[in-house]
């Protein structure tokens, strides 16, 4: 007998909450019992982006492992676009998950990227330059890159694979378990956070 969360491929896992609505309320509900684990968002925002969603994987045993945000707005090449940031530690598998790639780390897919190319996208978080190498993902209209940011797996996924592009324009990501700006803009949920494989 076991009351761990299971999943029938990888095991035991830490139960995945995403929350139906997103308002200020919400978000500070997600900062306070992610103590460890940031919640990424692009700050300043993009020019008519807006956040959608929040989630985290975690229990009362466990805490939060791991974190994810949506964000939706205009893509840097026309047309809707959406990307989800995930924080986690190693062995969670929420990333991985949103990515479209099997098994609980990023690891796997990372070993050719880091040895054979520089990175393919840099980002700004929390203050520091990081960098994300870009792992391969089904043929699902996404794309998803991977790096470490405050110790933890740092990933960006982005819907469609154009709106990737989106990381090349020096993009800043803000860690909202230090401060949420009262200016975030709130916008229809995003059905990406749900389960988008």
């Not at 968002?41 to 807006?50: D, I, S, T, V, Y």
């Not at 924080?87 to 098994?103: D, K, M, Q, W």
């Amino acid at each position: 007998m076991s009351s761990d969360w299971r999943c029938s491929t990888c095991g035991p896992v830490p139960p995945l909450h995403v929350a139906e609505h997103i308002n200020a309320e919400i978000v500070e509900s997600v900062t306070v019992r992610s103590k460890d684990i940031p919640v990424w968002c692009p700050w300043p925002l993009p020019a008519g982006w807006m956040v959608t969603g929040i989630g985290w994987a975690g229990d009362e045993r466990t805490g939060t492992r791991a974190t994810a945000l949506a964000c939706s707005g205009p893509g840097p090449l026309g047309g809707p676009a959406d990307i989800v940031l995930v924080a986690e530690e190693p062995g969670v598998g929420l990333g991985n998950r949103y990515a479209g790639l099997a098994g609980p780390d990023p690891g796997p897919y990372l070993q050719d990227a880091l040895e054979n190319t520089a990175a393919h996208a840099k980002v700004k978080a929390a203050g520091w330059p990081t960098a994300l190498w870009a792992v391969r993902t089904p043929a699902t209209g996404r794309s998803a890159y991977v790096g470490e940011a405050k110790g933890v797996w740092l990933y960006a996924i982005a819907w469609p694979d154009s709106a990737a592009y989106l990381f090349a324009e020096d993009l800043v990501l803000h860690d909202l378990t230090e401060w949420v700006p009262a200016e975030l803009v709130y916008g229809a949920p995003s059905p990406y956070l749900h389960g988008a494989a």
